[in-house]
């Protein structure tokens, strides 16, 4: 495997005709066992000291958050509200005239 990795390195370097720098990053991992314990690690596996229990790590895939959109206060009035619409203003119109011919009809 090291020796795939140093071929790996050599190539690049050539090809960009720089030295290749490789840079040791170490996770550090801050967690709690389940008795309690604090356990600040390195390693992919680690014994609690509280308990004695052996405790793997494991990389989870990484949730993204999605933000909701945000919703406009008012849409835009569709052909398909017309009806509707239409239906309850000649229901009101129609209401009105025969509030206003009750109201004639009781004056005379």
């Not at 490789?22 to 680690?46: L, M, N």
Request: charged fraction near 25%.
């Amino acid at each position: 495997m090291t020796s795939e990795i140093e071929s790996y390195r050599a190539s690049r370097r050539s090809e960009l005709g720089t030295e290749f720098v490789s840079k040791d990053i170490a996770v550090e991992y801050c967690f709690h066992c389940f008795c309690g314990a604090p356990i600040v690690t390195t390693e992919k596996t680690v014994n609690c000291a509280n308990c004695g229990k052996t405790i793997g790590i494991r990389r989870v895939k990484r949730q993204r958050w999605k933000i909701a959109p945000t919703e406009a206060p008012h849409r835009r009035l569709q052909l398909a509200d017309l009806q509707p619409l239409g239906i309850r203003i000649f229901l009101c119109l129609l209401l009105g005239y025969y509030v206003y011919d009750l109201v004639d009809d009781l004056v005379q």
